[in-house]
T-cell receptor
């Protein structure tokens, strides 16, 4: 596609439920990132995928968070047993490769846990 | 790890005036410094970036300067217009994949 595509754009879920967020990177981009942005705050790194290399999961805040990527395409971020503090915008981004290449962001998935 | 600080957190300017946002970074190995603009309800959009082999870069009304010795970089917007109102984020990376972001500056351009 023309840009990074994320779905759903908005999600309201009950505390304790699992949610799955999807990201379609720009075609040909081997690097894919997930960031979290709480209301009025900056972007927190969550996880990074590059080709077939092991992902960098160092930013995942707890073991309730996990992410998968199929080859060099779609990625899903899963949050199990959601808590109110998980409410945030989850932003996916992609780039051609690592090393200072331009990183393009999607519009984000707005998650509200009630 | 890298720590990026951004100031001010909010900035209100009269239309036509200039806006300046400043960021400092901690990792002397950082060599890539992008700036993103985020409008309400949208994802961040890259507006300009600079690499450590240059000190200044300009694109129409937007310019970025980099001082590697002092480890700070700045965004300058001249002749501000209402559509420049947004949240601006600076970021830094050391050439690997992980961008470290500042906390953001909310810019309001008064008509």
């Amino acid at each position: 596609g023309a840009g990074v595509s994320q779905s759903p754009s908005n999600k309201v879920t009950e505390k304790g439920k699992d949610v799955e967020l999807r990201c379609d990177p720009i075609s040909g981009h081997t690097a894919l990132y997930w960031y979290r942005q709480r209301l009025g705050q900056g972007l927190e790194f969550l996880i990074y995928f590059q080709g077939n290399s092991a992902p960098d999961k160092s930013g995942l805040p707890s073991d309730r968070f996990s992410a998968e990527r199929t080859g060099e395409s779609v990625s899903t971020l899963t949050i199990q047993c959601t808590q109110q503090e998980d409410s945030a915008v989850y932003l996916c981004a992609s780039s051609l490769a690592q090393g200072g290449n331009t990183i393009y962001f999607g519009e984000g998935s707005w998650l509200t846990v009630v | 790890g890298e720590n990026v600080e951004q100031h001010p957190s909010t900035l209100s300017v009269q239309e036509g005036d200039s806006a300046v946002i400043k960021c400092t970074y901690s990792d002397s190995a950082s060599n890539y410094f992008p700036w993103y603009k985020q409008e309400l309800g949208k994802g961040p959009q890259l507006i300009i970036d600079i690499r450590s082999n240059v000190g200044e870069k300009k694109d129409q009304r937007i310019a970025v300067t980099l001082n590697k010795t002092a480890k700070h970089f700045s965004l300058h917007i001249t002749e501000t217009q209402p559509e420049d109102s947004a949240v601006y984020f600076c970021a830094a990376s050391s050439g690997n994949y992980k961008l470290s972001f500042g906390a953001g500056t909310t810019v309001t351009v008064r008509a």
